[in-house]
């Protein structure tokens, strides 16, 4: 099994940026894929961002294209996800988790190991 620790979180104004962070220690990191999930109140976790072993793919929720990157650097045991231009509906406990695949197929089952999370708020 892999430890994942997030931090970064907080809270921003609308239209802002924060980077989170994901630590992994434990199981080869570099060798599976990483991903972020959220949830929001009331509301089930949905995917966010995935990226590759290597980071040659990546993939993106639709509601968060062309405002978020995730990246990684296998040096560090680290994942990351950029996020700019924050909406309030952005709200949520971000989640980082690691896939047992090293690519991303889709289904959230896939990832089999996940961190604690951290609070993102953004007011609007």
């Known amino acids: 099994q892999v430890q994942l620790v997030e931090s970064g979180g907080g809270l921003v104004q609308a239209g802002g940026s924060l980077r989170l962070s994901c630590a992994a220690s434990?199981?080869?990191?570099?060798?599976?894929?990483m991903g972020w999930f959220r949830q929001a109140p009331g509301k089930q976790r949905e995917f966010v961002a995935a990226?590759?072993?290597?980071?040659?793919?990546?993939d993106y929720a639709d509601s968060v294209k062309g405002r978020f990157t995730i990246s990684r650097d296998n040096g560090k045991n680290t994942v990351y996800l950029q996020m700019n231009s924050l909406k309030a509906e952005d709200t949520a406990v971000y989640y980082c988790?690691?896939?047992?695949?090293?690519?991303?197929?889709?289904?959230?089952?896939?990832?089999?190991?996940w961190g604690q999370g951290t609070q993102v708020t953004v007011s609007s």
């Open positions: 434990g199981r080869t990191f570099s060798s599976y894929a």
């Open positions: 988790a690691q896939s047992r695949l090293s690519y991303y197929k889709g289904p959230s089952a896939d990832f089999d190991s």
């Open positions: 990226i590759s072993w290597i980071g040659d793919r990546t």
